[in-house]
T-cell receptor
Framework: KQEVTQIPAALSVPEGENLVLNCSFT??????LQWFRQDPGKGLTSLLL?????REQTSGRLNASLDKSSGRSTLYIAASQPGDSATYLC??????????FGGGTRVLVKP | DAGVIQSPRHEVTEMGQEVTLRCKPI?????LFWYRQTMMRGLELLIY????????DSGMPEDRFSAKMPNASFSTLKIQPSEPRDSAVYFC?????????????FGPGTRLTVL
């Protein structure tokens, strides 16, 4: 059974510092990995989708890497801003079209 | 595009009552997913449909839960009878079609409180 873990569960950084969020999964037989952002009381917003054949994806200040063999993905957010404060979730898609989610990392960027 | 639409946004009910949650996927999307989010268990997939047909309902917790998708633009998740432990945020998501290349788009969720 696929298990997805995100460490740390919470992170607090001063504005301007780079953020590094980690995601690990136990079964490397995945189709893709997706990073989401969730604001309090809101739904999930997709940030980046990395296919299993890709090593990384970039969008603006966001960069996500994928190492399938070691079961890891990292989301980098450069030059963090208070508006980046949110919970970030990673999810892996395996056979059966299912997404398995990690528990999320709650990020606070202090002005 | 209005995105995935869910209603109601908030629902407070008493134990034993029937609850119906509604979802309208993005137009043209062929697959629809229902998730539940709680502090204890995080986000869990309950059931998903492809072309209106339930494909995997292994995540549905028990017989009190049922889901339907009568057409491509509407789905319901029903809990009867509801219990306090059903309190959670229920999300609906859709993708253009089954496959590995598509990201899931989530609705805003329905926050359910069962007293």
């Amino acid at each position: 059974k696929q298990e997805v873990t995100q460490i740390p569960a919470a992170l607090s950084v001063p504005e301007g510092e780079n953020l590094v969020l980690n995601c690990s999964f136990t079964d490397s037989a995945i189709y893709n990995l997706q990073w989401f952002r969730q604001d309090p009381g809101k739904g999930l917003t997709s940030l980046l989708l990395i296919q299993s054949s890709q090593r990384e994806q970039t969008s603006g200040r966001l960069n996500a890497s994928l190492d399938k063999s070691s079961g890891r993905s990292t989301l980098y957010i450069a030059a963090s801003q208070p508006g980046d404060s949110a919970t970030y979730l990673c999810a892996v898609k395996a056979a059966g079209n299912k997404l398995t989610f990690g528990g999320g990392t709650r990020v606070l960027v202090k002005p | 595009d209005a995105g995935v639409i869910q209603s109601p946004r908030h629902e407070v009910t008493e134990m034993g009552q029937e609850v119906t949650l509604r979802c309208k996927p993005i137009s043209g999307h062929n697959s629809l997913f229902w998730y539940r989010q709680t502090m204890m268990r995080g986000l869990e997939l309950l059931i998903y449909f492809n072309n209106n047909v339930p494909i995997d309902d292994s995540g549905m917790p028990e017989d009190r839960f049922s889901a339907k998708m009568p057409n491509a633009s509407f789905s319901t998740l029903k809990i009867q009878p509801s219990e306090p432990r059903d309190s959670a945020v229920y999300f609906c998501a859709s993708i253009p079609q089954e496959g590995s290349y598509n990201e899931q788009f989530f609705g805003p969720g329905t926050r359910l409180t069962v007293l």
